[in-house]
Every structure is written in C-alpha cells, then in structure tokens.
C-alpha cells in the first residue's frame, strides 16, 4: 500500500528556512515521483515541486523556483524526499502535502488530479 507521511512544518519568521520531509512507504522504486503541493486557506492546492525517482529530475513552479528545492538522499533514505524552503514569506503560509505519482512523471504544471497517496499534511506559518 503506498502511503506518504510529511513531517517538517512549523513556524518561522519571514526571510527563515524550513525543511519538510516526505517519507514514503511501498514503492516498486523507481517507477515513481513524489511532488510537493501547499493549500492555503480558501485557495486551491497548489503544485510547488515534483522529483522523479528514477532519475531524480525535477519541475518546479515559478512561485518557488529559486526558493525551494526538492531533494532525495539516495544513500540513506531513498524513499524519502525533502523540500528545503529557504527566504520564506508570509504567503508561504499553508498547509503542505506531498502525494505520489505512480508513473514517475512530473509534468509542469503540476496538477493535483495526477498525484495520489496524499499524506495528512504539515502546517507551514510565516508571520513577524
């Protein structure tokens, strides 16, 4: 059964770094991508960035390019996927979900409806 559990959130002062963590569990590596998405209150889920375990390409949307970046530890943890935020905002702030996509694909943009397996999700909050 695939599943995904996020871990990471929390609070932080503009311009501050977060690291959240995606740890998944049942992969037939490396048939797969993991994406990272974020939904703010009265907004809809946004797609941020997206790693594909086969050959550990990435996608990111504009919002995050140069802010964020999505990563793996291939020699300890392969299975389980980081998004370092670095220069957070206040607009950062929402709750932040990391979902599966079965094929190994990340195609920009990145659409909720194309990932599954969706964690319970971490509270990011950004204020001063």
């Known amino acids: 059964q695939l599943q995904v559990v996020e871990s990471g959130g929390g609070l932080v002062e503009p311009g501050g770094s977060l690291r959240l963590s995606c740890a998944a569990s049942?992969?037939?590596?490396?048939?797969?991508?993991i994406g990272w998405f974020r939904q703010a209150p009265g907004k809809n889920r946004e797609g941020l960035a997206c790693?594909?375990?086969?050959?550990?390409?990435?996608?990111?949307a504009d919002s995050v390019k140069g802010r964020f970046t999505i990563a793996r530890d291939n020699a300890n943890a392969p299975s389980t996927v980081y998004l370092q935020m670095n220069s957070l905002r206040p607009d950062d702030t929402a709750v932040y979900y990391c979902?599966?996509?079965?094929?190994?694909?990340?195609?920009?943009?990145?659409?909720?409806?194309?990932?599954?397996?969706w964690g319970q999700g971490t509270q990011v909050t950004v204020f001063s």
């Open positions: 979902a599966i996509e079965r094929l190994g694909l990340c195609l920009s943009p990145l659409m909720p409806a194309d990932f599954g397996s």
């Open positions: 049942g992969l037939t590596l490396p048939y797969a991508a």
């Open positions: 790693l594909s375990l086969s050959d550990s390409s990435t996608v990111y």
